[in-house]
């Protein structure tokens, strides 16, 4: 089925989740304007329903093709990028000073998650260069920014992030890349990057690929790892291209899904004439690269969001249609539309109520992302402690709102010409990249827990109590304080252990928290007469459903939380690989 833009639900989460016509009290954000918020939610539905949408079948069939290091897109995908780049959509929250329109973060979220509905793996091309630009304005020096930052900001050329090599996944600190000084400031780079999403493609004149690399003499690990700029054209002091560099695409990879993202093997210096540029400081390439992963993974998070959305609206569409069997309890005088089942509806409802959720929890990120670039007291250590949960939590709903939807579908969800199967093998990506979800994880219960004593995750829990009026809820928030009390004084493997049901009980509580308050604040819109009752009505219930239903399967967690790693090492590796 077509997609259609939620409009309705995403300016109701601007509005009270992340605070928009706050964020836009500030002179920083004084451009985001009711008017201007209106067109631009109104402009990137009609573009993502228009350009993108329609090529997410053939992106999905067809599929990148590579050929002599070269990798195309199918037909219409260029012409589609041209239209995002002559719209101006890449430039929504990019620096002013370089061709961007300065607004808010959560704008920008809110123009990702219509992309990235209407064609996931497409839109993968534009999640990336926001943080090859965020790198560069945070570590890149005035001549770097000045010769880099426009194109990319305008989306004329795009950006890549390479960290991952055969050897060097998880662990960054295992990478062999080299980077060799040459003595007038540029670097030799020589060595392959492996998983690069659009680390080649057609759509631009250029690449702009940010890699990790060591230099010469520089200690094992992660200090020894700095980053360095690498065009795929080398750009002359006039801004043209200039020669080839020594960089192609040795491959790409044939994967379960987001088949019209190329995710590259890039080979840098075979001919030993790569050549690159320090961003920042030599040796503190992990922070830089930090700034562009941090940004990457509440866009990942949105991806949860992005697809359990499409997955919603196609097995809604389905369950409204598709007739079979007389009602249960007779109501019906023949065979209903499955929509009319109890088991359907609640598949259907947690459906909408997850998605609504996820979009609740990632937009609340995005206006930490924005309160932090202001100066906000505490927001800087809200969006840290919040990360890890809208990367994980959002991209496991989507997931498991995808899974439900292909259940909707019965046999034909399993039938690739419904479209179902498509959401569920290009979600299903999310929470493996960008630091996996057990990565997020223990990011939780390690940096963000134990690195200042649970103040942050405090911090978090006195804002739902003061807020919140649900007893669910409240004995949540009792459990989680619980756990974290145990954990900052157990042994590191036992906070492993717990570390997954610890971050979907803490995610649960904040989307709960959020939830309510949307469901507190449709009540009080209907009794006034204000909004659209149908839409209001809608809201009321799926807060209802999630504080009732899945507000207690998180309260469930507290054992598996607390169990420790005693019994998941009770087993030697060889016994329990054993058959």
């Known amino acids: ?21 706050e964020l836009a009290s500030h002179n920083a954000f004084a451009a985001a304007t009711p008017e201007m918020v209106d067109a631009i939610v109104e402009g ?9 949408a329609p090529l997410n ?29 002559a719209n101006g959509w890449g430039s929504i929250n990019g620096p002013e000073a370089f061709g961007g329109q300065g607004l808010p973060f959560s704008l920008f979220s809110l123009v990702m998650e219509d992309l990235g509905s209407a064609n996931l793996a497409f839109s993968l091309v534009n999640m990336l260069t926001p943080g090859a630009i965020e790198a560069l304005m945070a570590h890149g020096s005035a001549q770097q920014q000045a010769k ?28 062999r890349t080299m980077a060799t000084p040459l003595g007038d400031g540029t670097y030799r780079i020589k060595g392959q990057k492996i998983f690069i999403t659009f680390g080649e493609h057609d759509l631009t004149d250029n690449i702009v690929h940010l890699v990790l690399a060591r230099t010469p003499g520089a200690p ?18 006039d801004g043209s291209l200039g020669a080839l560099n020594d960089l192609h695409c040795a491959s790409i990879e044939h994967k379960m899904g987001i088949h019209a993202s190329p995710t590259c093997v890039m080979s840098y210096g075979d001919h030993d004439d790569c050549i690159g540029e320090l961003v920042g400081e030599e040796m503190r390439g992990m922070k830089a690269m930090f700034t562009m992963m941090n940004q990457a993974r509440l866009n990942v998070g949105n991806q949860g969001v992005q697809i359990a959305e499409r997955a919603t609206q196609q097995a809604l ?41 996820a979009r609740a929890l990632v937009y609340y990120a995005a206006g930490q992302v924005d309160r932090a670039h202001l100066g906000a007291a505490g927001a800087r250590k809200r969006l840290d402690l919040i990360t890890p949960l809208a990367k994980a939590h959002g991209t496991d709903l989507g997931c498991e709102v995808a899974s439900l939807g292909v259940q909707v ?36 219960v390690g940096r963000k827990l134990t690195g200042d004593g649970g103040e942050a995750l405090n911090s978090l829990l006195a804002d739902i109590r003061g807020e919140s009026a649900g007893e669910g809820l409240l004995a949540l928030c009792d459990a989680i304080k619980d756990v974290a009390g145990w954990m900052l004084n157990a042994p590191v493997n036992d906070r492993l252990a717990g570390s997954y049901p610890f971050l979907t009980m ?15 604040i449709a009540a009080g819109m209907l009794a006034r007469g204000e909004g659209d009752p149908g839409f209001l009505k809608a809201k009321q219930v799926t807060a209802r459903y999630y504080g009732e239903q899945i507000v207690p399967e998180a309260l469930g967690l507290k054992a598996q939380a607390m169990a420790g790693a005693g019994l998941l090492y009770e087993l030697s590796g060889e016994e329990l690989a054993s058959r």
């Open 317 to 357: 569409a389905y369950a409204a249609e598709r007739i079979q069997s007389a009602l249960a309890d007779g109501s019906s005088a023949g065979p209903a539309a499955i929509i009319e089942h109890p088991d359907v509806r609640r598949m259907l409802l947690r459906m909408k109520a997850q998605t609504q959720a």
């Open 1 to 21: 089925m077509d997609y259609k833009a939620p409009i309705p639900e995403q300016c109701f989460v601007l509005d009270h989740v992340t605070g928009i016509a």
């Open 44 to 52: 990137i539905a009609q573009f993502a329903e228009g350009e993108y």
């Open 57 to 85: 079948r053939i992106g999905d069939q067809e599929g990148a093709k590579w050929r002599d290091g070269k990798v195309a897109l199918p037909a219409g995908f260029r012409e589609a990028y041209r239209a995002f780049v």
């Open 148 to 175: 880099w930052l426009p194109k990319l900001v305008s989306g004329e050329w795009t950006g890549t992030m390479n960290l991952t090599e055969a050897q060097a996944g998880s662990d960054v600190g295992a990478l």
């Open 220 to 237: 094992v690990g992660t200090k020894g790892i700095s980053l360095f700029l690498v065009p795929k054209y080398r750009v002359k002091d």
């Open 506 to 520: 803490v995610s649960v509580a904040v989307c709960g928290w959020l939830m309510e308050r949307q469901g507190r």
């Open 409 to 444: 579908h019965g046999g034909m969800g399993f039938i690739e010409e419904t479209g179902a199967a498509q959401h569920y093998r290009d979600v299903r990506i999310a929470p493996i990249y960008e630091g996996t979800n057990g990565i997020q994880a223990a990011d939780l």
